[in-house]
């Protein structure tokens, strides 16, 4: 990927990234995040009905162990505008599960150019090319966040059994 572009039309934002840089408007991104789990905000969709069904009361007890660890879980919608909001700083993290390509592509570029990290998975895996992982975390600049990818880890390994 040399180029990506995420708009969040409700807020009349426009995210976009290619090789040289991440911006916001035409402004550098910078993805700063909390160092500690305890005072990270996610950004997620998860747990979304086809999680329930994917992954039954596993995905209720690993959406506990977030609101449990982390300041805040929040939905934004869309995995793009997730990832365009951690590498703004404006969220510290954000994560999915059955992500295709053009879910991710061109917000995980805007992270990686903004300073952030992206690990995708597949049954549990770590797997690259990263657009074409199945399941992911996306966190900004400085963030481990060890129960956030415990919870990615272990869910991608049971939807690999299943």
Known sequence: MIAGVVFDPMAENLFSADLTGAWCNGEPLSADASAAEAGATIVSSFPAAIDIKMFGDDALQAHRLLLENFQAVRNLGSGALNLAHVAAGWADATMGF???????AAGLLILHQAGGRYRGYTRGEQSAPLQHAEDYFGVGRGAEYPTLESVIETL???????
């Open 98 to 104: 059955a992500t295709s390509p053009w879910d991710v």
């Open 156 to 162: 991608s390994r049971r939807r690999g059994r299943n």
